[in-house]
């Protein structure tokens, strides 16, 4: 069991550029995430995804696209890359719940990917 | 939005010293979840907990739903124990965590 993998880990990018972050998951997880975390702030939501073919916004979505085409795939595609989008990106996933208590309910983050942009 | 406050923003202590981060939160909630985060690294959860109390070693974690707070301990503690400890909680109507800013622990020996 891998758990919750990043590609890549770094990337520099200019702006203007684009790029897809790719993150993957082999538990059969259906709802999945993409968080960014910046200095002194919490880990903000950027879009999620409830299962196969749904996907979401969260708390932060401008400037950046998602896909879940595959169940335990989602991508996070930044078209235009600017400076405020230099950040740290995790992936998160879990699966549904039937109980708070439930092992299922734990949210399983990936190790990261760190963007700057230039 | 579900606000979540941690307290204190940073802290030091000697090894071997008994430490308490706080977490305080907004709304209601189905569940908390307490993360540690080393240097460069990534998130690993530590606890997921909706009531009670959980212990995990030398780790303790409590909940006081009426009072929506919760605390993480750690007795004895280490310098290996030295990383960011954040809080973070699912509303019940969320799909999402909110997450805390994170307490900045350093353990010197």
């Known amino acids: 069991n891998a758990g919750v993998t990043q590609t890549p880990k770094f990337r520099v990018l200019k702006t203007g550029q684009s790029m897809t972050l790719l993150c993957a998951q082999d538990?059969?997880?259906?709802?999945m995430y993409w968080y960014r975390q910046d200095p002194g702030m919490g880990l903000r939501l950027i879009h999620y995804s409830v299962g196969e073919g749904t996907t979401a916004k969260g708390e932060v979505p401008d400037g950046y696209n998602v896909s879940r085409l595959k169940k335990q795939n989602f991508l996070l595609g930044l078209e235009s890359a600017a400076p405020s989008q230099t950040s740290v990106y995790f992936c998160?996933?879990?699966?549904?719940?039937?109980?708070?208590?439930?092992?299922?309910?734990?949210?399983?983050f990936g190790p990261g990917t760190r963007l700057t942009v230039t | 939005k579900n606000e979540v406050e941690q307290s204190p923003q940073n802290l030091t202590a000697q090894e071997g010293e008994f430490i308490t981060i706080n977490c305080s939160y907004s709304v209601g909630i189905s569940a908390l979840h307490w993360l540690q985060q080393h240097p460069g690294g990534g998130i690993v959860s530590l606890f997921m907990l909706s009531s009670g109390k959980k212990k995990h070693g030398r780790l303790i974690a409590t909940i006081n739903i009426q009072e929506k707070h919760s605390s993480l301990h750690i007795t004895a503690s280490h310098p290996r124990d030295s990383a960011v400890y954040i809080c973070?909680?699912?509303?019940?109507?969320?799909?999402?965590?909110?997450f805390g800013k994170g307490t900045s622990l350093l353990v010197t020996p």
């Open positions: 998160a996933s879990r699966n549904d719940y039937r109980t708070a208590n439930d092992p299922s309910y734990e949210q399983y």
């Open positions: 973070a909680v699912r509303s019940n109507s969320g799909y999402a965590l909110n």
């Open positions: 538990m059969n997880h259906e709802y």
